[in-house]
C-alpha cells in the first residue's frame, strides 16, 4: 500500500460555497483514495438516512468520485456499502446515497472517494434524517 498515492488538499478556488472546498488528487498508483467522518447514533437504526455533497470532478476517469454510506456492525464488519460517482470532467452538482439503516448498525461511515485517476472536490456535506424507524420517536 502507497500512502502517498493521494494528496487531499482544501482549495480556495472556486468552491461550491463558503471559501473552500476539499479536493481529493490521485498522485500514485493506489485504485482508490477516501475521507470519512463515522457516525454513531443507535436512534438512527432502521430509519432512512440521506448522505449527500456537492461533487466536482476533472478526470476522474475510472470509477468516479462522489459520496459514499457504510455501515458497520459492533464487530467492525462492513453490512452495506453504497456510493453515487461522477465521471469524467464536471461542474458543481448535488450527489447523494439514500438508504435504510439496517438495526444491527453500531457505525455509520459517510464520506467522499475517488476510484481511480483524476480529482475530485467536495463541498457542503449534509446527513440527513428522511424517515425515522417504526415506532420510534422524533429526537428532541
Known amino acids: ?13 472556486q468552491p461550491a460555497g463558503g ?11 493506489e485504485p482508490w483514495g477516501v475521507i ?3 457516525v454513531r447514533d443507535p ?5 432512512r438516512v440521506r448522505f449527500s455533497l456537492a461533487v ?8 468516479g468520485g462522489g459520496p459514499y454510506l457504510r455501515f458497520h ?7 452495506h456499502w453504497e456510493k453515487n460517482l461522477a465521471k469524467g470532467s464536471s461542474p458543481w452538482r448535488r450527489l447523494a446515497v439514500e438508504f435504510v439503516v439496517p438495526p444491527e448498525t453500531h457505525l455509520l461511515e459517510v464520506g467522499a ?8 472536490w467536495i463541498d457542503e456535506a449534509r446527513l440527513e434524517l428522511l424517515e425515522l424507524a417504526p415506532g420510534a420517536k422524533k429526537p428532541v
Do not use: K, W
Open 73 to 79: 456492525d459492533g464487530r467492525g464488519v462492513s453490512l
Open 113 to 120: 472517494i475517488l476510484e481511480g485517476p483524476g480529482r475530485v
Open 43 to 47: 436512534a438512527l437504526r432502521g430509519a
Open 56 to 63: 466536482r470532478t476533472e478526470g476522474a476517469d475510472g470509477n
Open 36 to 38: 470519512a467522518q463515522v
Open 19 to 29: 471559501t473552500h472546498s476539499l479536493r481529493i488528487e490521485r498522485v500514485g498508483v
Open 1 to 13: 500500500m502507497n500512502v502517498h498515492s493521494y494528496v487531499y488538499t482544501l482549495d480556495p478556488a
